[in-house]
């Protein structure tokens, strides 16, 4: 079913508010892991690995679900469609891939919640992990940075169930008649042969009363 322009305006906002602010939050993330690795204080190490894993499920995994709930309530209600599109059906995929992986990184953020929390752990200890979380921060902002060029710049192409979809509905339009059809030489010969008649008329009452007025000389005699 195709959304009203005022739905459809507010399914857009929520998409594109979900999608970037999703991409913002990677981006938080990856802060957090430079400074983990970066940083000489061993309290704020432990607290960058600290305030992940609660992060991550508090604003991570609501803005995924979020995107991807809202891109498919986008695409199913508008023109666009699912899998009419190869840039739809790619951002789609992206999206699902990118959630899937989030769900399965967040053990990682528990077990570094844990070792972060444990005193007996050391800062080379907790370090040691911290290299994952950068580079899954860095693969997931890719990520959502090729699905949001892909709905903003929306490349041409379009899949074998789109084709036979868009040729079904070539095929229900009316066809308008052309020019050179036989129907419409023949609506002409009659609109025609309807002028031709009508100024006709006026000569032959014309000409008539000539006649009546100016009757012939043999007439008289």
Do not use: C
């Amino acid at each position: 079913m195709i959304m009203t322009p005022r739905v459809r305006k507010f399914a857009l906002t929520a998409h594109v508010t979900t999608t970037v602010g999703w991409l913002g939050a990677v981006v938080v993330f990856l802060a957090l892991a430079i400074i983990g690795l970066t940083s000489q204080d061993a309290q704020t190490v432990r607290g960058a690995y600290l305030v992940m894993e609660p992060a991550a499920w508090y604003v991570l995994v609501p803005l995924a679900f979020a995107s991807l709930l809202t891109g498919l309530v986008q695409s199913l209600g508008t023109t666009w469609g699912l899998f009419r599109h190869y840039w739809v059906l790619f951002k789609l995929l992206i999206t699902i891939l990118a959630t899937i992986v989030l769900l399965t990184y967040m053990e990682t953020f528990s077990i570094m919640a844990r070792m972060a929390a444990d005193p007996t752990m050391s800062t080379a200890d907790i370090r040691a992990l911290g290299t994952s979380p950068r580079f899954h921060a860095i693969l997931a902002g890719m990520l959502l940075l090729v699905a949001t060029m892909l709905a903003v710049y929306k490349p041409k192409g379009m899949t074998r169930y789109g084709q036979r979809k868009q040729r079904a509905h070539r095929s229900h339009l009316p066809v308008p008649p052309s020019s050179g059809s036989p129907q419409s030489g023949n609506q002409r010969a009659r609109s025609g042969s309807r002028g031709s008649s009508a100024a006709a008329a006026p000569r032959r009452r014309s000409s008539s009363s000539l006649s009546r007025r100016w009757p012939a000389r043999g007439a008289k005699g």
